[in-house]
T-cell receptor
Framework: DTGVSQNPRHKITKRGQNVTFRCDPI?????LYWYRQTLGQGPEFLTY????????KSRLLSDRFSAERPKGSFSTLEIQRTEQGDSAMYLC??????????FGAGTRLSVL | RKEVEQDPGPFNVPEGATVAFNCTYS??????FFWYRQDCRKEPKLLMS???SGNEDGRFTAQLNRASQYISLLIRDSKLSDSATYLC?????????FGPGTRLSVLP
C-alpha cells in the first residue's frame, strides 16, 4: 500500500494523558499536513511541513499540541494533557508542491 | 464571513436526478480549487481538481468563476453510490481550506 498511513486508527485516553499519533506520507510527497475534524464539520487545518520544515501553524494549535517531521519523511503529532475537547478525528495528508492532496484514514481520538 | 461557505444541505434526490452544489470563498489569492467527497466516518477523497474555468469528468462537472469567487459542482444521473458529503477546497499555494461540506443522499 503506497498511500498515506496513520497510526493508531483509534486512541482512547483519559483526560490529562499525553498522546502521540504518527503519519507516513506518500514517499515522493514533500508536503505533509495535519487536520482535525469533528462531526458535521469539514477538516480544520492544524499545521503543515515542507520536507522537515514546519511552515505554518494554525491558531487552533495550542501550546499543548506539537508536531514534528524530523527527517522529512514521517511526522508525529503530540497532544499533551489531553482535554475532552480534543476528541476528534486527526487527519494527515500529503502532496507534492501545488499537487493534489491525499489523505490517510485518520486517527480517531476519544478523551474520557 | 467564513473563508469557505457551502450550501447547507442535506440534499435528498432520487436516483438519476441532476444536482448542483455551490461554494463561495473569500480568499482572492486562492489559486486552484478542489472538490473532495467524504463518506461517513472515512477520510476525504479527491473527486476533482479545478484549475481553470472548469472541467468535466464523466457525470461530474465543476465550474469556477474567479470574479465572483464561486465554484460549483454538478452531478448528472446521480447514483446511490454518490451519497456522501462534498467538500469544497480552495488552495492558496500553501494551505488547503476546507468548507463545511454539503451532504447528499441519493434515494432509490
Amino acid at each position: 500500500d503506497t498511500g498515506v498511513s496513520q497510526n493508531p486508527r483509534h486512541k482512547i485516553t483519559k483526560r490529562g494523558q499525553n498522546v502521540t499519533f504518527r503519519c507516513d506520507p506518500i514517499s515522493e510527497h514533500n508536503r505533509l499536513y495535519w487536520y482535525r475534524q469533528t462531526l458535521g464539520q469539514g477538516p480544520e487545518f492544524l499545521t503543515y511541513f515542507q520536507n522537515e520544515a514546519q511552515l505554518e501553524k494554525s491558531r487552533l494549535l495550542s501550546d499543548r499540541f506539537s508536531a514534528e517531521r524530523p527527517k522529512g519523511s514521517f511526522s508525529t503529532l503530540e497532544i499533551q494533557r489531553t482535554e475532552q475537547g480534543d476528541s476528534a478525528m486527526y487527519l494527515c495528508a500529503s502532496s507534492r508542491p501545488r499537487g493534489d492532496q491525499y489523505f490517510g484514514a485518520g486517527t480517531r481520538l476519544s478523551v474520557l | 464571513r467564513k473563508e469557505v461557505e457551502q450550501d447547507p444541505g442535506p440534499f435528498n434526490v432520487p436516483e438519476g436526478a441532476t444536482v448542483a452544489f455551490n461554494c463561495t470563498y473569500s480568499n482572492s489569492a486562492s489559486q486552484s480549487f478542489f472538490w473532495y467527497r467524504q463518506d461517513c466516518r472515512k477520510e476525504p477523497k479527491l473527486l476533482m481538481s479545478v484549475y481553470s474555468s472548469g472541467n468535466e469528468d464523466g457525470r461530474f462537472t465543476a465550474q469556477l468563476n474567479r470574479a465572483s469567487q464561486y465554484i460549483s459542482l454538478l452531478i448528472r444521473d446521480s447514483k446511490l453510490s454518490d451519497s456522501a458529503t462534498y467538500l469544497c477546497v480552495p488552495y492558496d499555494g500553501q494551505n488547503f481550506v476546507f468548507g463545511p461540506g454539503t451532504r447528499l443522499s441519493v434515494l432509490p
